[in-house]
């Protein structure tokens, strides 16, 4: 019955909303989340920012100091995302469906991939605090190990795609495994494992400010350092510098994807 | 923690499968960039390790050092400042950020996806709003977070409303490409009829795309939880990365840390087996 079909629909929707409602209350009772407090800090903060957190004449000294930072930041989310890519190649070829060695390699690798990408890129920060200590190293360990989580399991779903049909010819023809990966599989998916690993490199630069904000390096702990001290239009200076690195490497980035895809 | 978002951005070029041909010239453009691209990259990174500040750090000790630390944090995993009981519902916070952020999130984001998408509204209003996604996303979370945390203080109600830029800036572009999808037959059709413009939003453009919004809500619910735990560690927003901060830069406690990764690494593998559910639910029905 057609009546009957909506009264239903109606009923399933006003449940689900229901539903969302309670968790709603639920989650603001749990985190303490105070909502008028919230919707009121909005304006709050758009007038605080328009009174403090711009970068002054003074701020315009520390340019160098910061832009040194960057630079380190940059560098240490490159070298963590080329590095892992590396890694997340062998790990994806051994992991894939069409390119594994035997089933249960194939399982321990995919295995090993999802537990790195499930752990944080900031409880990574905060392990490998202990023995690195305030070095670029722990922001390098950190990035590099979310990366090769993330990018295994990115570079495994282009192999798949990417390799299935011309895999099989090849063995038809009689190649080795070695001659079907260099000639095939590598060549063929490149260019979409390049554009992940700039998707990384972009996504790591935001991580990195993050990890630079816990294990004391980088621009997050210029950031971070700034930001304590009350000196806002610095830390206004740092918020502009990475702002204008992002859009720098999303627009490289983006053209190189276009060409190259 | 961002990182999950990257995956589902990418739009993988199907063209790409089958019958893709042997470039016509064996030094195109695609090939000479491809090459320098990678090139760029292992010059940038051994240069990266030439120039790193290492503060005099015995590279091989730190490496057995982490193995060993490694070793005592996931085999010998152990909860002394707080009870597991407590844990749980430090967990249940940090999941509550997470729902929380998505939700405002999913709702401003509606509005503004419906307005991105340039089939329901005009090309100028589509650009401004990219633009702004765009800038929104440049400035890490942890940022958005701590420059409201001047005006709201320091804890859950900056959490949230620092975390939620990010959730917007990311579904309003997962949105409007879903509904760019809907074919401008209907809404020619619906417009000839007479509907106005939530009529055709509400009768033709939400139904159409919602299997699409619920499942890229969920994902995004997924990445808000990396986020929340971090959020907790760096700027005080409580829950178990809170914990996770204080056990590993307070207490020195490697044990506990062990323990808090188990219990936030249970929840992202059951978030990620249930939006596979999800996915695959939405796809059957």
Do not use: C
């Amino acid at each position: 019955m057609q009546a009957d079909i909506f009264a239903k629909k109606k009923r399933n929707t006003l449940a689900f909303l229901l539903l969302l409602g309670a968790v709603t209350i639920l989650a603001m009772i749990i985190t303490e989340y105070n909502a008028l407090k919230g919707f009121a800090s909005i304006p709050k903060a758009i007038q605080w920012g328009m009174a403090n957190f711009y970068p002054t004449a003074e701020s315009l000294e520390k340019l160098p100091v910061i832009l040194e930072k960057l630079q380190e930041t940059l560098l240490v989310s490159i070298a963590a995302t080329s590095a892992a890519a590396v890694f997340a190649l062998l790990f994806s070829i051994f992991g894939s469906n069409t390119t594994r060695v035997n089933a249960f390699f194939g399982a321990i690798t995919r295995g090993i991939a999802t537990v790195f990408r499930n752990i944080d890129v900031a409880a990574w920060a905060l392990i490998l605090l202990f023995s690195f200590g305030q070095s670029a190293l722990t922001g390098y360990f950190a990035l590099f190990f979310g990366s090769f989580g993330f990018l295994t399991r990115a570079f495994t779903e282009t192999i798949d795609e990417v390799s299935g049909g011309s895999v099989e010819a090849l063995k038809a023809t009689g190649a080795g495994y070695f001659s079907i990966i260099f000639q095939s599989v590598i060549p063929s998916s490149i260019p979409q494992m390049i554009s992940w690993i700039l998707f990384m490199i972009e996504t790591n630069i935001r991580s990195a400010t993050l990890i630079g904000l816990l294990t004391g390096s980088g621009i997050g702990f210029t950031f971070n350092l700034y930001y304590k001290s009350l000196a806002y239009d610095t830390a206004s200076l740092v918020v502009v510098v990475i702002i204008a690195a992002i859009l720098m490497i999303e627009y490289a980035s983006n053209y190189v994807r276009k060409v190259i895809l | 923690m961002e990182v999950k978002e990257q995956l589902r951005n990418v739009t993988v070029p199907a063209d790409h499968s089958i019958g893709q041909r042997m470039p016509a010239k064996p030094f195109n453009k695609a090939v000479i960039v491809t090459r320098l691209t990678l090139f760029t990259l292992a010059v940038l990174t051994i240069y990266a390790f030439y120039s790193f500040d290492y503060k005099e750090l015995d590279f091989m000790d730190a490496l057995l050092g982490t193995f060993a630390n490694l070793k005592t944090i996931f085999l010998e995993p152990h909860l002394k400042h707080f009870s597991f009981g407590h844990a749980l519902y430090q967990v249940m916070v940090t999941l509550g950020l997470a729902f929380l952020t998505t939700l405002f999130g999913a709702i401003i984001a509606v509005l503004f996806g419906l307005l991105a998408a340039e089939n329901l509204s005009s090309k100028k209003v589509s650009i401004v709003i990219k633009s702004m996604v765009a800038f929104i996303r440049a400035v890490p979370t942890v940022l958005w977070v701590l420059i409201f945390a001047v005006a709201a203080g320091l804890g859950s109600t900056a959490a949230v409303i620092g975390m939620t830029f990010h959730s917007i800036g990311y579904l309003i572009k997962a949105y409007s490409e879903s509904f760019e999808e809907l074919d401008r037959g209907v809404i020619e059709a619906l417009q000839a009829s007479g509907a106005n413009w939530w009529q055709i939003v509400f009768q033709a453009v939400i139904p159409s795309s919602i299997t699409y919004m619920i499942s890229w809500t969920f994902l995004r619910f997924e990445i808000n939880f990396a986020v929340a735990v971090a959020m907790g560690a760096a700027a005080g927003a409580g829950g178990i990365g809170f914990d996770m901060f204080m056990a590993s830069s307070f207490y020195l406690d490697m044990r506990e840390i062990g323990a808090i990764t188990y219990f936030i690494l249970a929840v992202a593998i059951i978030l990620e087996v249930f939006a596979a559910r999800i996915k695959r639910k939405l796809k059957t029905a």
